[in-house]
Structure formats: structure tokens, C-alpha cells
């Protein structure tokens, strides 16, 4: 009867640790999609993220977006999301409260997902070195144009 218990003790303990891995990948997939963040160039890039900081609206987009949050359904907040947070919908920010480091436009918003560009010790194949003036058209079309005062790639990031 002793042996049942262990049998059974062991299996609810492999049931246990199995759902446990599951919640923990789940969780950690959040944190560990190809975005880094922009504070994560600026080892690297020094200047450019300074000046990024100091100069580019886009660097403190969040800002819009809280101001108006409360007065928004969730489905115009997703809609502002996809312009003013770096990767929304393609595996970068999911929410503040998740991906925080996410919730500014930034560096990756323009120059494409950074993790493989930061583990490689900075190998320059691995990002978009120059935007395309496609990409920036994600955001900056002819419907906010006037909005945004939009000059392609004059001012798009103060570097």
C-alpha cells in the first residue's frame, strides 16, 4: 500500500513541476521575445541614445497614451498601442504592466527586434542599420500625416 502513495505522491509532483514549467515559460515568453528595449542599446550606442532621450518625442510616447487611457475603450488603447510602444502585436509590448521597458516607441521600433543584434556583441547584420521609409509608414501614413507633421527619416529619432 506504501508503494501506491510513493507512486502516487511522485506522479502528482511530476503533474506539479510539468503545469509549473509550463507557467513559467508562458510567463517568461513575455520577457523573452526578440525586443529588448531601447536602455539595452545604450551601452553600446551612448550618444545616440542620449540624444534619442533628450530630443524624440517617440522616446516618451507612453506619456500620450496615459493621459488618455481612462478615456478610451480597450480597443482604441490597442489601436494607440500599435504607434506608440515599440513591437506591440509582433511579440514586443503586451501591456505596461508586463513589458514596461516596451512602452515607449523606441530604438527597435524603427531599427527592427535587437536581441540577436545585443547577443551578438553588436554584429551589424543582425539590425535594420537604416529604417526604410515603408516601416515608418506603419505609423505615419497619409490619414496622420497632418497630425504628425511627418518629414521621413529628417527627424526620426535625433541620431
Known sequence: MMLVGKKKRTYLLMVLFSCFGVLVFTASSVWAGDYVGTKACADCHEEQFTQFMKHSKKAHSW?????????LTTEEREGCYECHTTGHGKGGFVSYEQTPHLADVGCETCHGPGRAHVESGGDPETIQKTPTLESCQTCHNESRIGAFGFKPLIHSGAH
Open 63 to 71: 506619456k500620450s497614451i496615459s493621459v488618455m487611457a481612462d478615456d
